[in-house]
């Protein structure tokens, strides 16, 4: 089918909420790089929104997904599973936490978590539904966790939301000590604020706010379902700001393509849940807990060492084009390889995004005309080198 066929076929089926897409149909990739229809090449900074991680066609993660459609691709939780039992133990293994519960998105890992939190509080022989959120935060797209994104243009067609959430401005530790008190359920946060534009928050804010759950023996949820999974150097990002949450939600990178979230919790949080509280028909099905049996064994001390390296040396290259186009970079973010680069008023980050697909280069957006790269860890200092060079002449 070619260009035009699909995209009159999509504007005639699919439902809008993804306005006009992008001009490129993506048939096959290796490595970080993309092809299309008509064989042109494209790097990938953007790895299907920070999904990709070990990059396409890898051959040891499609042998494991091959081996696994052989035997069993589905069975329903009524009955034990390997894949499941293995990764829920790699992955407590790898973070210290106690449990984890598997979902099948980002969304549905934070849905567990508002929940366990919420269980948690009603135990505790409280009635009280209030969470604390950040401004400007991104939780998912299920009725609770568009409730816990503190975006107000998300909220206003889909009200009333559930739940009672105070949102507090990132960074505020003053509004964070107002907020947080013994009578509520859970805060949530990113510690790098990710769909808003890529603010990473203050250590001492973080810090603060770790301290203040601890004094009132509320827990703290961190969405890590796009800075987990080593995209920021560490397996988790938390590990930047010396602090661990009671409960931490996985997601994008996990399955490397293959839907999976995951809900990680102490055991005196996950102790809350009993039988019946909460389920999945999907979560967590042999299929999807192979990918992240792959993904999570792959994930050692020498890939996050390369993530940090090619991320420096990235983020390197855009702190000196900012400092070379000053009218048009204003600030760059971010660590490991997530960061954000955030453009003058001169220009929409969406058309600098557009400009560089017809060039070869995929690349994100966030808010705040922010440009977002999130590429596949697989990618090389030479890879930054070419989309440097074209960053620069597209902002010429
Ligand atoms: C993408 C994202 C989500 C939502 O994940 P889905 O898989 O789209 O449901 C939640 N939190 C953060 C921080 C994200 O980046």
Do not use: W
């Not at 260009?3 to 993506?26: C, H, I, N, T």
């Not at 999807?288 to 049996?293: F, K, Q, V």
């Not at 997530?338 to 994100?364: C, N, P, T, W």
């Amino acid at each position: 089918m070619d260009y035009e066929e699909l995209k009159q076929l999509d504007s005639k089926y699919y439902m809008e909420v993804f306005g006009e897409r992008m001009p490129a149909v993506f048939t096959h990739g290796k490595g970080a790089k993309l092809y299309d229809e008509n064989g042109s090449e494209y790097l990938d900074f953007l790895a299907g929104i920070a999904v990709n991680c070990l990059g396409y066609s890898d051959e040891g993660f499609k042998n494991a997904l091959k081996a696994q459609i052989d035997t069993l691709i589905h069975t329903c939780n009524y009955f034990y599973n390997e894949p499941q039992a293995r990764l829920a133990q790699m992955l407590c293994e790898k973070t210290g936490y106690a449990r984890v519960f598997f979902g099948n998105s980002g969304a549905e890992a934070n849905e567990c978590a508002l929940k366990l939190a919420k269980k948690y509080t009603y135990h505790k022989g409280s009635a009280s539904d209030r969470f604390v959120a950040l401004k400007q935060s991104f939780h998912g797209r299920t009725l609770a966790t568009l409730a816990a994104t503190g975006q107000e243009k998300f909220h206003a067609p889909f009200r009333p939301m559930p739940y009672d959430f105070t949102y507090i401005a990132a960074n505020d530790v003053k509004a964070a000590k107002a907020a947080i008190s013994g009578d509520i359920c859970g805060v949530i946060l990113e510690v790098i604020q990710g769909e808003s534009g890529v603010f990473p928050l203050d250590q001492a804010f973080v810090a603060a706010v770790r301290a203040l759950c601890d004094e009132h023996g509320v827990p703290l949820i961190i969405d890590e379902v796009q800075t987990g999974m080593g995209r920021t150097g560490k397996l988790l990002a938390q590990e930047h700001y010396g602090i661990k949450a009671d409960i931490t939600t996985l997601a994008k990178a996990l399955g490397n393509g293959v839907p999976i979230g995951a809900c990680l919790a102490s055991e005196k949080l996950a102790a809350a849940f009993g039988s019946g509280d909460h389920g999945s028909t999907f979560g967590g099905n042999p299929l999807a807990c192979a990918a992240g049996l792959y993904v999570t064994a792959k994930i050692d001390d020498a890939l996050l060492a390369q993530i940090t390296q090619t991320g420096s040396y990235f983020k390197g290259k855009l702190a000196a084009l900012m400092r070379r186009l000053p009218q048009s970079i204003l600030d760059v973010r971010g660590f490991g390889l997530m960061l954000g680069a955030q453009l003058s008023e001169a220009y929409r980050a969406h058309d600098i995004q557009l400009k560089l697909l017809k060039e070869g280069f995929v690349i994100g957006t966030a808010g705040g005309n922010t440009l977002r790269f999130v590429p596949p860890f697989v990618i090389e200092k030479a890879d930054v080198d070419n989309l440097i060079g074209a960053l620069t002449a597209a902002l010429k």
